[in-house]
Nanobody, 124 residues
C-alpha cells in the first residue's frame, strides 16, 4: 500500500516555473515506478512524465518535453516535477501515481495508487 500526497501547485505567470512534490508513505516506495498526470477541466486525465524505480529511466509527453523534468529521491520517499517555461495550456490539476508493473506507461489504468492532486494555474 502506498499513499501519495502532492504539493507545490499554485498560480504562476506564463514563462514561470513551479516545482511539484509528491510525498509517499510506505517502506516499499523504491520498488514503484512513478508517473505524473494532469487533468484540465472538461478533459481526460493525461500522461505527463514517468520515472522508473531507480530514476535511471524517464519518459515525457511531447507537450512537456524539454520544459519539465521528473526526478525522485528514494531516501526521502519523494518524486518531483520541475516545470519550467510554463504555458497557459499547462493549467490543470496535477496528480502523481505509483505502479508496480504494467505495459503502457502512459495509460492511467496501469497505475495502482494516486494522490489527491494539486492545482497548477498559468496565467497569460
Amino acid at each position: 500500500q502506498v499513499q501519495l500526497v502532492e504539493s507545490g501547485g499554485g498560480l504562476v505567470q506564463a514563462g514561470g516555473s513551479l516545482r511539484l512534490s509528491c510525498a509517499a508513505s510506505g517502506r516499499t516506495f523504491s520498488s514503484y515506478a512513478m508517473g505524473w498526470f494532469r487533468q484540465a477541466p472538461g478533459k481526460e486525465r493525461e500522461f505527463v512524465a514517468y520515472i522508473n524505480w531507480s530514476g535511471g529511466r524517464t519518459y515525457y509527453a511531447d507537450s512537456v518535453k524539454g520544459r519539465f523534468t521528473i526526478s525522485r529521491d528514494n531516501a526521502k520517499n519523494a518524486v518531483y516535477l520541475q516545470m519550467n517555461s510554463l504555458k497557459p495550456e499547462d493549467t490543470a490539476v496535477y496528480y502523481c501515481a505509483a505502479r508496480n508493473s504494467g505495459s503502457s506507461i502512459v495509460d492511467v489504468t496501469t497505475y495502482d495508487y494516486w494522490g489527491q492532486g494539486t492545482q497548477v494555474t498559468v496565467s497569460s
